[in-house]
Each structure stands twice: as structure tokens, then as C-alpha cells.
């Protein structure tokens, strides 16, 4: 089945700690993204990867990193994750990363840093 | 920021009325495209709509765009409880999607 996978679904985490959330998926995208959504401010895109070894911040990308190894992982790491992290974060994944493209999203991690 | 709008923020109605929530946008784009999340889930993707077409069917979904004005609508007729969820609209811009804040849909039986 085509789909984008993350890992874990939900996080309960301290200021500090260290995290990473995984997300794969299976359809040979190209493109990969990270987004965060907040009540109100709708989703905001954290980075993104057009291919193995390319990032790019979005909006959103203070505090936050990412990798891009292999084609079907992208994996968000919050290095020191703060309150203001807490969020619902989701990846996505499209063909090409073009403006035809339509994207396919995982089913979140539910994220709150105490 | 490039992030559209979607009005109203919130809308209930009685199953079998129509629902429409309209999405403004800022830049030009190559096409815009609505999405669903069902609570908490990830979206989905519903239709894609050119910048050179007006209007575009999908099943019960009626999509309209106007570029002058920098606007679309989602109508959805016949509705139903399975319809509630809340409505995204998103446009390309450079390397990036940008999403629109949301319109909330209940639909009560």
C-alpha cells in the first residue's frame, strides 16, 4: 500500500530532550516535507527536500533540523525542543516537488514538550 | 506570508443542505488544490484545479477558481455526516505548498 509513515504517533517530552520523528514513505517521491499545525494558524512548512541531499527551510524552521540520506527518509530532529514546540507535525511527500504535483501526507505525531 | 485564507473558519449545517467555503490566495499561481483532514488525521488530497479553468466536477464537489480576484470555492452539494472534517486549500509557489488556514465543516444528521 502507498503511504508515508511517521514515528511515533504521539511524544510526551521534556524541554531539552533531544528527539527525532521519522517519516517514510514507500512511492519513490521526490519531494518530502515537514509541516507543523497550530489552532488557527492553519499548516506551516517547517523544510522541505526536493531530493537526496537537498533541503531547504520553509517558514518555520527555527529550531528544527532535518536529513535527507536516502530518498524515502526524512527525518525531523528537534535538538533542544522548547513548549512552544508542542504541535501537530505532519510529513509529506510528492512526485516531483512541482506545482502539479499533489501531496500525500502521514498521519501525524502529536508532539508536547513540558 | 503566501498562506491563503479560508472563510468562514467554521460552518455547520443539516445533512443534505450544500456547503461552501471560499479560499483566498495572495500570489499568482498554476493551479490551486483543496484537501480534507478528518480530526487530527493527515490530509488528503481532493481536487486540483488549473489556472486557466473556471470550474471543475468531482463527484459531489464542485470547484471554482477566479485568478482576477485571486479566490476559490468549494461547494458541496447533498451533504452528509461523513462530510465533516475541515477543508484546506493549497497553491504552489517556488519550491513550496502553502496551506490556507481552514474551514471547519459539521454536518449534522
Known amino acids: 500500500e502507498a503511504q508515508v509513515t511517521q514515528n511515533p504517533r504521539y511524544l510526551i517530552t521534556v524541554t531539552g530532550k533531544k528527539l527525532t520523528v521519522t517519516c517514510s514513505q514507500n512511492m519513490n517521491h521526490e519531494y518530502m516535507s515537514w509541516y507543523r499545525q497550530d489552532p488557527g494558524l492553519g499548516l506551516r512548512q517547517i523544510y522541505y527536500s526536493m531530493n537526496v541531499e537537498v533541503t531547504d527551510k520553509g517558514d518555520v524552521p527555527e529550531g528544527y533540523k532535518v536529513s535527507r540520506k536516502e530518498k524515502r527518509n526524512f527525518p525531523l530532529i528537534l535538538e533542544s525542543p522548547s513548549p512552544n514546540q508542542t504541535s501537530l507535525y505532519f510529513c509529506?511527500?510528492?512526485?516531483?516537488?512541482?506545482?502539479?504535483?499533489?501531496?500525500?501526507f502521514g498521519p501525524g505525531t502529536r508532539l508536547t514538550v513540558l | 506570508s503566501q498562506q491563503g485564507e479560508e472563510d468562514p473558519q467554521a460552518l455547520s449545517i443539516q445533512e443534505g443542505e450544500n456547503a461552501t467555503m471560499n479560499c483566498s490566495y495572495k500570489?499568482?499561481?498554476?493551479?490551486l488544490q483543496w484537501y480534507r483532514q478528518n480530526s487530527g488525521r493527515g490530509l488528503v488530497h481532493l481536487i486540483l484545479?488549473?489556472?486557466?479553468?473556471r470550474e471543475k466536477h468531482s463527484g459531489r464537489l464542485r470547484v471554482t477558481l477566479d485568478t482576477s480576484k485571486k479566490s476559490s470555492s468549494l461547494l458541496i452539494t447533498a451533504s452528509r455526516a461523513a462530510d465533516t472534517a475541515s477543508y484546506f486549500c493549497a497553491t504552489w509557489t517556488g519550491n513550496q505548498f502553502y496551506f490556507g488556514t481552514g474551514t471547519s465543516l459539521t454536518v449534522i444528521p
Open positions: 500570489t499568482s499561481i498554476n493551479n
Open positions: 484545479i488549473r489556472s486557466n479553468e
Open positions: 509529506a511527500s510528492s512526485l516531483l516537488g512541482s506545482f502539479a504535483d499533489t501531496q500525500y
